[in-house]
């Protein structure tokens, strides 16, 4: 059963324009949610986050959108940059005390094109 | 400063045969965490440590698997007569105190023939 969805492995954007990754999830308990950029042979390092009492979450380059009615959330990467190629995973958690456990998506590839 | 350190980054074995993992968080991180990620899949997660708590061993897939952490220090990932489909990377985080983000190693690419 998987709880966390990112139902494109792959995505192929122009330098300059906007990715926008999309994640969907099942369980109604989440309401955390991070997204992390992994290169090849590297660990994945932690992007931008999220919690439940937002809708939006910008930092720099990066923006991040909630919807909860629709249990769907997208990180929009604009303007794109070559350096941004790599795989993302969404990842969500409900957050109990004591435990932040991540649930991940199975990661959606991006290439920027330049 | 330092980040989160994996040891060996690779690994390659025979079916049958035990292997262990080694993870050295970041300094002061509480919170330690292992994953795995199978070819094209995310990443799974395995078991987590946090202080002196008992750890949630809730995401070991078989009990072949098993995990020791050290004070608030070193953690071992053991699998016991590996097998085929243990073929992975596997990713060791912390985290400061298991509330925020976690931080990730380069991971072992273990396989087994």
């Known amino acids: 059963d998987q709880q966390v969805k990112q139902n494109s492995p792959s995505l192929s954007v122009q330098e300059g324009r906007i990715s926008i990754l999309n994640c969907d999830y099942t369980?109604?308990?989440?309401?955390?949610f991070l997204w992390y950029k992994k290169y090849p042979a590297e660990g994945p390092t932690f992007l931008i986050s999220?919690?439940?009492?937002?809708d939006k979450n910008e930092d720099g380059r990066f923006t991040v959108f909630l919807n909860k009615s629709a249990k769907h959330l997208s990180l929009h990467i604009v303007p794109s940059q070559p350096g941004d190629s790599a795989v993302y995973f969404c990842?969500?958690?409900?957050?109990?005390?004591?435990?932040?456990?991540?649930?991940f998506g199975q990661g959606t590839r991006l290439t920027i094109n330049p | 400063g330092a980040g989160v350190s994996q040891s060996p980054s690779n690994k390659v074995t025979e079916k049958g045969k035990d292997v262990e993992l080694r993870c050295d968080p970041i300094?002061?991180?509480?919170?330690l965490y292992w994953y795995r990620q199978r070819l094209g899949q995310g990443l799974e997660f395995l078991i987590y440590?946090?202080?002196?708590?008992?750890?949630?061993k809730s995401g070991l897939p078989s009990d072949r698997f098993s995990a020791e952490r050290t004070g608030e220090s070193v953690s071992t990932l053991t699998i016991q007569r590996t097998q085929q489909e243990d073929s992975a990377v596997y990713l060791c985080?912390?985290?400061?105190?298991?509330?925020?983000?976690?931080?990730f190693g380069p991971g072992t690419r273990l396989t087994v023939l």
């Open positions: 985080a912390s985290s400061p105190d298991g509330y925020n983000e976690q931080f």
């Open positions: 369980n109604s308990m989440f309401d955390y």
């Open positions: 999220i919690s439940s009492i937002k």
């Open positions: 990842a969500a958690s409900p957050i109990i005390q004591g435990a932040q456990k991540l649930v």
């Open positions: 300094s002061g991180h509480t919170a």
């Open positions: 440590f946090q202080g002196n708590s008992a750890p949630d």
